[in-house]
């Protein structure tokens, strides 16, 4: 098929399943965002030991977390999440077959723009890096939320605020999450402008523009998940 054999169509695919990985993103840090908000309000911690969604004194946090478990939200994020997904291991796979066209020469650049950044001839093993961290990252809370209400599997975890604090509540796995979160950062402020790039979003007013705005919202994502880490470190 033309959108797999074309290199116009195999960028269009990593487009597209770029823009799932941001809607990803930056769904889950704004929800993630929110413990640190109920830690000036005097909420953190707030989780009542009921079955409702959206129990009244619940922290924001809390709230949050019941929002992700409504049943459109149930199904919008394991479609976004296998977009992200696909977007890396696609990512790489395209990686494997250039680098088996072009030997020595890894990766090839259209622009100056693209040649001048670090992160875009890097964008591979970021790649790997955010892939490896990501199932580090599903032990801690998808494995202890999520899996135990869609397949049974062990006891959910009601309370996300002890989840936070007992993952990093460890100085070595804060550190190691604030590295990924350094990763998605370098990941994102190159992909942000080469996905709109893709589409024809590449003329000289707004390639720039296009740029600053990837950048201000790489660094937003960042921080809000770094935010979240180091607060729960604090709170533990």
């Not at 309000?41 to 949050?64: H, R, V």
């Not at 999440?81 to 890894?106: C, D, E, M, T």
Request: aromatic share 16%; with cysteine.
């Amino acid at each position: 098929m033309f959108i797999f054999n074309s290199s116009i169509g195999k960028k269009f695919i990593q487009s597209v399943s770029g823009a799932f990985l941001i809607i990803f993103l930056l769904l889950h840090a704004t929800i993630n965002f929110f413990s640190v908000i109920d830690s000036f309000t005097g909420k953190f911690g707030n989780a009542l030991e009921d079955d409702k969604l959206f129990t009244a004194g619940d922290g924001l946090f809390k709230l949050g977390c019941d929002f992700m478990s409504t049943p459109i939200i149930s199904i919008m994020v394991p479609v976004l999440a296998l977009g992200f997904l696909v977007h890396i291991a696609y990512g790489i796979w395209l990686s494997v077959l250039n680098i088996k066209a072009r030997g020595p020469q890894k990766y090839e650049v259209a622009s100056k723009a693209a040649a001048d950044s670090w992160s875009a001839k890097n964008m591979v093993v970021l790649g790997i890096v955010i892939l490896g961290f990501i199932a580090f990252h599903l032990t801690h809370f998808w494995a202890k939320m999520q899996l135990p209400e869609l397949f049974g599997v062990g006891v959910a975890e009601n309370d996300p605020y002890a989840l936070l604090m007992a993952t990093f509540g460890n100085p070595v796995v804060l550190v190691l999450y604030i590295v990924w979160f350094v990763a998605v950062w370098l990941h994102l402020i190159h992909g942000f402008w080469s996905m709109f790039q893709t589409v024809g979003w590449n003329g000289q007013t707004w390639f720039k523009r296009v740029k600053v705005i990837g950048i201000v919202v790489a660094t937003l994502v960042c921080l809000m998940f770094v935010a979240t880490a180091v607060n729960a470190f604090i709170q533990a």
